[in-house]
């Protein structure tokens, strides 16, 4: 069974902490972006999310959102992905995100998602 709880690190050494899930399976936690991302002005930022009831699912779907604390700029990032356990037991996140930046206008909408 796939556990979410725990520090996890991405190819490009960005890092996650996830607390331990909740009754109603609803984590709390942490994101730093590593180096490659390019934002030195960017904080530890708080993350949100949910997973699918692991005793239903041995390797569950899950989603959270991440409210970036920049010195200057309001964005938000959502992840949506599946928790995976190998033949040799190791786990492995594989996800899609959705980065969204405050827009000054509706004119500026359209560039604000990526």
């Avoid at 930022?45 to 700029?73: A, K, M, Y």
């Avoid at 356990?85 to 959705?98: F, R, S």
């Avoid at 980065?99 to 998602?113: F, H, I, Q, V």
Wanted: a negative charge; glycine letters at 8%; one cysteine or more.
């Amino acid at each position: 069974q796939c556990l979410l709880s725990g520090s996890w690190r991405s190819d490009t050494s960005c890092r996650m902490v996830v607390s331990t899930l909740d009754k109603d399976n609803r984590f709390s936690g942490f994101y730093l972006p590593g180096p490659a991302a390019g934002y030195s002005e960017l904080l530890t930022s708080p993350l949100e999310g949910s997973q699918q009831d692991g005793g239903l699912v041995p390797q569950p779907i899950f989603s959270f959102t991440v409210n970036w604390r920049f010195q200057e700029t309001a964005r938000t990032t959502v992840f949506l992905g599946q928790c995976y356990v190998d033949t040799n037991g190791e786990e492995t996140l594989h996800a899609l995100w959705l980065l969204r930046e405050a827009a000054d206008s509706p004119a500026e909408d359209w560039k604000a998602t990526r």
